[in-house]
């Protein structure tokens, strides 16, 4: 609608009445530092939290753009929108009273205005004529069936508003169009009515005389009605269920202008106040989960309405917690499961963020909490609850879950997907603890297989971090140099048998992988076929060494000529049917040309020069990245953290001086291995 000019005491109520951490909150993950908030700016690519709240001076600012101003000005930068749109937002939500310049406006924008509040009583009422029917005769069943089989307190009934809808076609129609007079179209904007179709005879109950007929039928009909509200308490939409054996045994309210399920979470209203005071949240699948703890006792617990918790959901609770800590537990099926994981992936750069202190429950027996408390005491949910592992263990466990190990497919399977989620963990700390948990994990209580593994899998996580979220502190010239360096090296390998030690060994002790996928792809089926040959010389049985061996083909394993395929290319070309796609990239180096030639009668000048620059690029890109953390850290507050960050940078750029040397440098040596092609 069409905003006329707003009065200045509305204008100045607003301001006075929206809270800025209330606003900003459900935007921004906010933690407390001191007596104001930080947190990540939403305004440019924060990497470091330099964005401030002040709930004293009711003003945002952030250190590193600039941007700052009060609750109005947040939601305008943020969602481009008008002064006056955002205005009548906040004086909706904070119920402050719209006054316009313009008498003549005035009445046409009180109208449009009052039908979000007629909407509102509506659903109220609707609320209440369900809940008074749950304790008629009609009723009997839903409420037997909330207090014997639920075994629900009547504490809980009405603290929820639990009710009944009637099985009739009109029932509320009648009542809410013919008894209360409300206009059949705000009604049918609520969500609770339908409009009847001509053709359409499946919403019939079967009688000739209804099929066919013009008008609304209820959308609820013989169902057990559970209310759902908004932060303020109001009556927003309905959840029904099936009292027989009717579709979808769930069935809720349609999006209205007051209902939307991806934004709300259901008992957030009861549940806040008990998530403040006891610094948790928790997480449940269906409307009984949470209604089952609440009346045990558990009120700190809401649930997603049926569909993937989202990040707006998310923020809305941590809002509440200061530790940002939420348990989440759905069922211990394989839905239950699914919707886990994508909760989790909704969450995820939050959680290695450190914004968000994310736990797994799952149940041991495999129910849900409602038929859990049925069975045991609410003490053992409680202990469960307080033992729920971080989102990462639960993540870990579920990579290993109903692998056999001792199968090099399903051991690789496991291997790779912890290698990625230990990839993104930006501290160094942390990521330790976690590779020597794995390999513990991945061992099966061999000491000696544990250490090995450990160390691979340390290489594997570092390849993974540097190979992926590293890319963007890649330059197009480190790509060309790399791509170079890279290609000289593999040329070589495939070439000149008698170099591969050297290039093993020259890439072992300087800690260096291929960073360029295709060479990657092209190094992994190397070390495959020449491990398969250590192997059958060795034993005709692979052990579990070999199984780790070809499991992490990345890890430099120093293969001496002799062991070596002598049909080493031979058996890469072979390869090219079976991965067409990959060896296309990589199948010029099966070739060489003159330039490659000139390389080959040089090996060692080249082996030097190509690790030294695939070296010396990756200390540029580790100098680029703490270079950017240091220009985004506040080190008048954490003044360690920004020293720290200075000397990896003085760090790196001591041995790229270092590296520039050793390239300028040729040694009598080299000069005698490199013949002369030029005249005398």
Known sequence: MEIPRLHPDTIEHVKQRADIVDVVSEHVVLRKRGKDFVGLCPFHDD???????????????CFSCGAGGNA?????????????????????????????????????????LSVREQLYEILAVTAKFFEHALFQPQGQAALEYVQSQRRLSLATIQQFQLGYAPAGWETLFGYLVEQKHYPVQLVEQAGLIVPRKVEDSSQSDGNQETKGMRGYYDRFRDRLIIPIHDLQ?????FGGRTLGDEQPKYLNSPQTELFDKGKLLFALDKARATIAKQDRAVVVEGYFDVIALHNAGITNAVASMGTALSTAQVKQLLRYTESKRIVLNFDADRAGNQAAERAVNEVEEMAYRGDIQLRVLNLPTGKDPDEFLRIHPVTTYRTLLDEAPLWIDWQIQRAIAGKDLKQADQFQVCVQAIVKLLGYLPNATLRTHYIHHCAELLSQGDSRLALRLEEDLRLQVR????????????????RTLLEEAEAQLLRLYLHVPRCRNEITTALEDHDLDFSLSHHRFLWRQILELEEAAIVQLSDPQPD?????????????T??????????????????????PAEMARVYYLFHPDEKTKLDLVRASLII??????????????RCRHFQNLWEQTDTAAATELGLWYQQRIYSEKLRIAEIDQQLRQVTLADLIQTPWFGEV
């Open 463 to 478: 390849g993974e971090r540097w190979h992926g979220r590293s890319q963007k502190w890649q330059t197009t010239r480190d």
């Open 47 to 61: 990497k470091s939290p330099s964005f401030t709240v002040s709930p004293s001076k009711q003003f945002y600012f």
């Open 608 to 621: 030097r020069a190509a690790t030294a620059t695939m070296e010396r690029v990756m200390c540029e890109k």
């Open 558 to 579: 120093v293969v001496s000529p002799d062991t070596a395929p002598p049909d080493l290319l031979s058996q890469l070309q072979d390869r090219c049917t079976e991965f």
């Open 233 to 237: 308490g109001r009556v927003v939409g």
């Open 72 to 112: 109005i000005k947040f939601l305008m930068e943020l969602g481009k929108r008008s002064f006056a749109d955002v205005v009548v937002e906040l004086a909706r939500r904070y119920q402050v009273p719209v006054e316009t310049l313009k008498v003549e406006d005035r009445q046409e924008f009180q109208r449009q």
């Open 544 to 556: 579990v060494t070999s199984l780790i061996s070809l499991t992490f083909p990345t890890s430099l």
